[in-house]
């Protein structure tokens, strides 16, 4: 069976602090994407990177960087000097297999609040 | 980029009453899409997967009689809420993909409040 695991339900930091949100996955697939999503208080889910079980290439993107591990099934979630405007809810999710539909499976989600 | 509508951003409305929510994909043919729901401080649950011209597939656990869905075409699917309850009150988001190996594009979601 496919889980995403996210441990962590609430982080609370202090402006200008780096914070990595952790992410655990299951699946017997070899072929799979991994996602991290924020979602603010609005509501709406922000993409904010896909990454396919081939390519095992850490991401930087500005301030977010990712950590993929194949060996420990992790997907972990790094933002370097804070914001306040980082504050939400953030997901990690799972799409599995080729024959799959398409439709994600998302961790419970970690809580990011960024105090000033 | 792909951007995905859903309407309306927010529903009140008497217990007992129907709701319909609309999900449209923009700017691509959606061949598939899903529909989401999430509780207060809780995870996004599929609810089920709909596929233009035929049945939705609905995940285990989720009335299909209860949660209506259309997807008459390319570009848009509908979830009716019938007989909505104070227990339907939930966050619904909907989503949206040109195939299977291609990327999702969530809507804004739907605030739905039954009193």
């Known amino acids: 069976a496919q889980k995403v695991t996210q441990a962590q339900t609430e982080i609370s930091v202090v402006e200008k602090e780096d914070v990595t949100l952790d992410c655990v996955y299951e699946t017997r697939d070899t072929t799979y994407y991994l996602f991290w999503y924020k979602q603010p208080p609005s509501g709406e889910l922000v993409f904010l990177i896909r990454?396919?079980?081939?390519?095992?290439q850490n991401e930087i993107s500005g301030r977010y960087s990712w950590n993929f591990q194949k060996s420990t099934s992790s997907f972990n979630f790094t933002i370097t000097a804070s914001q306040v405007v980082d504050s939400a809810v953030y997901f990690c999710a799972l799409r599995w297999g080729s024959s799959n539909t398409g439709k994600l499976i998302f961790g419970q989600g970690t809580t990011l609040q960024v105090k000033p | 980029g792909a951007v995905v509508s859903q309407h309306p951003s927010r529903v009140i409305c008497k217990s007992g009453t129907s709701v319909k929510i609309e999900c449209r994909s923009l700017?691509?043919?959606?061949?598939?899409m899903f529909w989401y729901r999430q509780f207060p401080k809780q995870s996004l649950m599929l609810m089920a997967t709909?596929?233009?011209?035929?049945?939705?597939?609905?995940e285990q656990g989720v009335e299909k009689d209860k949660f209506l869905i259309n997807h008459a075409s390319l570009t848009l699917s509908t979830l009716t809420v019938t007989s909505a309850h104070p227990e339907d009150s939930s966050f619904y988001i909907c989503?949206?993909?040109?195939?299977?190996?291609?990327?999702?594009?969530f809507g804004d979601g739907t605030r739905l409040s039954i009193l």
């Open positions: 989503s949206a993909t040109s195939g299977s190996n291609q990327p999702q594009h």
């Open positions: 700017d691509f043919q959606a061949t598939t």
């Open positions: 990454r396919n079980s081939f390519d095992e």
């Open positions: 709909s596929n233009e011209g035929s049945k939705a597939t609905y």
